[in-house]
């Protein structure tokens, strides 16, 4: 089935450091997403990025797409420790009936 | 505010005491589905439902049931339940199926079956 695979699966950083996570997918998309999870609560929509978009601002994320390489990265800029979390990509399932999540890139900020 | 309320928060029960997990959406939003997170598998989808009525199993329906007579409403029923679903579960809802539209998540469900 279609699905995002995120890499790194974890990450540690420093506060005011930038934050690079990548997904891949295997077969064609219309859109792609990034959600957010802190520790054990429910999944936050950050961004949608279509696929005749290359890239696309959310505030401090920055969010780009290369459809030849079947490929995204989430970039989150200037890290604070509230962005410690988990980041995962989605897309669509084959039957349009469902989002597909990849396993979550887990991002550790300390101050 | 617009969210996704599921009830309850926390359950322990016991094997095959009947439970149901309740969700509700304040959005009009025409599609709800249910998810199941466990460690190393991710989230999987258990059943969805595209509008009223119209309801349809995801990839691991099996031991859990669902209903939506209303739009705003989408429990999820567990007949039987046994160890293996112990899980984190999270109903969504989005305007429409599909990855043209965010989907908005509840705070979760975390389930214990002893």
């Known amino acids: 089935s279609q699905q995002g695979e995120e890499d790194p699966q974890a990450l540690s950083i420093q506060e005011g450091e930038n934050a690079t996570m990548n997904c891949s997918y295997k077969?064609?998309?219309?859109?792609l997403q990034w959600y957010r999870q802190n520790s054990g609560r429910g999944l936050v929509h950050l961004i949608l990025?279509?696929?005749?978009?290359r890239e696309k601002h959310s505030g401090r994320l920055r969010v780009t797409l290369d459809t030849s390489k079947k490929s995204s990265s989430l970039l989150i800029t200037a890290s604070r420790a509230a962005d410690t979390a988990s980041y995962f990509c989605?897309?669509?399932?084959?039957?349009?009936?469902?989002?597909?999540f990849g396993k979550g890139t887990t991002l550790s900020v300390s101050s | 505010e617009a969210q996704v309320t599921q009830n309850p928060r926390y359950l322990i029960t016991v094997t095959g005491k009947k439970l149901t997990v309740t969700c509700s959406q304040n959005?009009?939003?025409?599609?709800m589905s249910w998810y199941r997170q466990d460690p190393g598998l991710g989230l999987r989808q258990i059943y969805y439902?595209?509008?009223?009525?119209?309801?349809d199993k995801g990839d691991v329906p099996e031991g859990y049931k669902v209903s939506r007579k209303e739009k705003r409403n989408f429990p999820l029923i567990l007949e039987s339940p046994s160890p293996n679903q112990t899980s984190l579960y999270f109903c969504?809802?989005?305007?429409?199926?599909?990855?043209?539209?965010?989907?908005?998540f509840g705070s979760g469900t975390r389930l214990t079956v002893v």
């Open positions: 439902s595209m509008n009223v009525e119209v309801t």
């Open positions: 969504a809802s989005s305007l429409r199926a599909g990855a043209n539209y965010g989907y908005t």
């Open positions: 989605a897309t669509d399932n084959q039957a349009g009936t469902a989002l597909i």
């Open positions: 959005m009009n939003h025409e599609y």
């Open positions: 077969t064609s998309i219309n859109n």
């Open positions: 990025i279509r696929s005749n978009e």
